[in-house]
């Protein structure tokens, strides 16, 4: 089983996703230069763990649909809506599901953060964290959290949080892909140690 490291942290004006970089399948490193953070659209990315290729045909699917959908509303597709989406299409493969959990970040009114896993449930939060490091992450995250954090104080507390359970989780290492959503759009980044 594959492990991994995604969080989601909503922060005053937006949200930042992020995850690490390596690539494992048991105990083995298949790769360092993993990519586990996706744009789906100007203003909702996604964080994933789980089985590579499963995560990446289902980010390609939801990105199209979602394209199709704002093509014939003539609007973005908010992000509750996107995670519906996704929530639907990975329920409707429930009996031969995609080996994945997603963390969803996206900017409507505000900033808004859902977790879905393998069978299509969805929760929405302030923050979250999957895979197999997420224990780690997520108490770093409680401990340091706080309604209205600056984008800053956001992005350092998700690199935190991935540091925390890359020293504890094999499965997790190697980097950290950073996205950022507000409303003026995505930036990206990456952080290599």
Same mark, same amino acid.
């Given at each position: 089983?594959?492990?991994?490291?995604?969080? @989601?942290?909503?922060?005053?004006? @937006? %949200?930042?996703?992020?995850?690490?970089?390596?690539?494992?399948?048991?105990?083995?490193?298949?790769?360092?230069? $993993?990519?586990?953070?996706?744009? *789906?659209?100007?203003?909702?990315?996604?964080?994933?763990?789980?089985?590579?290729?499963?995560?990446?045909?289902?980010?390609?699917?939801?990105?199209?649909?979602?394209?199709?959908?704002?093509?014939?509303?003539?609007?973005?597709?908010?992000?509750?809506?996107?995670?519906?989406? =996704?929530?639907?299409?990975?329920?409707?493969?429930?009996?031969?599901?995609?080996?994945?959990?997603? %963390?969803?970040? $996206?900017?409507?009114?505000?900033?808004? %953060?859902?977790?879905?896993?393998? =069978? @299509?449930?969805?929760?929405?939060?302030?923050?979250?964290?999957? @895979?197999? $490091?997420?224990?780690?992450?997520?108490?770093?995250?409680?401990?340091?959290?706080?309604?209205?954090?600056?984008?800053?104080?956001?992005?350092?507390?998700?690199?935190?949080? *991935?540091?925390?359970?890359?020293?504890?989780?094999?499965?997790?290492?190697? $980097?950290?892909?950073?996205?950022?959503?507000?409303?003026?759009?995505?930036?990206?980044?990456?952080?290599?140690?």
């Amino acid at each position: 089983m594959p492990g991994a490291t995604a969080v @989601g942290i909503a922060f005053k004006g @937006g %949200v930042v996703v992020a995850a690490e970089k390596r690539v494992t399948y048991g105990t083995y490193v298949v790769s360092k230069t $993993g990519r586990k953070v996706f744009k *789906i659209s100007d203003k909702v990315g996604a964080a994933c763990a789980g089985l590579i290729g499963d995560m990446q045909v289902l980010m390609r699917e939801i990105s199209a649909y979602v394209k199709i959908r704002e093509l014939e509303m003539r609007r973005e597709l908010p992000p509750n809506s996107v995670a519906k989406l =996704l929530s639907v299409i990975m329920f409707e493969r429930r009996f031969a599901p995609f080996i994945t959990q997603i %963390v969803i970040g $996206g900017v409507d009114d505000k900033p808004l %953060v859902y977790v879905l896993d393998p =069978l @299509g449930s969805i929760i929405p939060d302030k923050y979250a964290s999957v @895979g197999s $490091g997420a224990e780690m992450a997520i108490g770093v995250i409680e401990n340091e959290y706080t309604d209205n954090m600056s984008e800053d104080a956001a992005k350092n507390l998700a690199i935190k949080s *991935i540091k925390s359970s890359i020293q504890r989780d094999a499965a997790s290492g190697d $980097g950290i892909d950073i996205m950022i959503v507000t409303q003026s759009g995505i930036r990206e980044e990456t952080i290599k140690f």
